[in-house]
Each structure stands twice: as C-alpha cells, then as structure tokens.
C-alpha cells in the first residue's frame, strides 16, 4: 500500500511530486505554490493522498481556502482522515 501526504513549510517554493508504479496503472500527483501566493508570502494550502492496492486505487486532492487561515491544516486533515 502506497500513502503519501505532503506539506510544503511557508517559506519553500519547491514542487511536491509522488509517484506510484502498479501493473495495471500509475498514480502521479503534485502541488506548485502559486505566484499570487509567492507574492503575497502566502504558502502552499493544497494536499493530496493516495492509497494503491491489488483491488484498486483511491485518490483525495483537497483545495485550501487561501482567504481563511490556516486552510492548509484543514485541507491536510481532509485528505488525512478521509483515506
């Protein structure tokens, strides 16, 4: 089983990239911090997880409300509790 969750800290522009290799399929996700967001010194509030098995596959993308605070810890917890 594959899981992954990312963060990216407020001051790191790097691109988070996971891949997962199957038989039948592969799985690819990723999150850029945007340049509205560099900008405004605001960080990344997108996150991902993916679970990969033998029967198949779930994946979870969720997108942070950049006008709320802390949307990234609530779009992280999304993706964690409902894999």
């Known amino acids: 089983m594959v899981f992954d969750?990312?963060?990216e800290g407020r001051n790191q522009m790097t691109?988070?990239?996971d891949m997962a290799f199957?038989?039948?399929f592969?799985?690819?996700?990723?999150?850029?911090v945007g340049h509205q967001h560099l900008r405004k010194g605001q960080n990344n509030?997108?996150?991902f997880a993916y679970c990969q098995q033998?029967?198949?596959a779930i994946a979870i993308v969720c997108d942070g409300c950049?006008?709320?605070a802390s949307s990234e810890?609530?779009?992280?917890?999304g993706a964690r509790l409902v894999l």
């Open 5 to 7: 969750l990312h963060y």
């Open 22 to 24: 199957d038989m039948a």
């Open 45 to 47: 509030q997108d996150a």
């Open 73 to 77: 810890v609530g779009a992280q917890l």
């Open 26 to 32: 592969d799985m690819a996700a990723g999150s850029v």
């Open 66 to 68: 950049s006008s709320a």
């Open 15 to 17: 691109l988070c990239f």
């Open 54 to 56: 033998d029967q198949g």
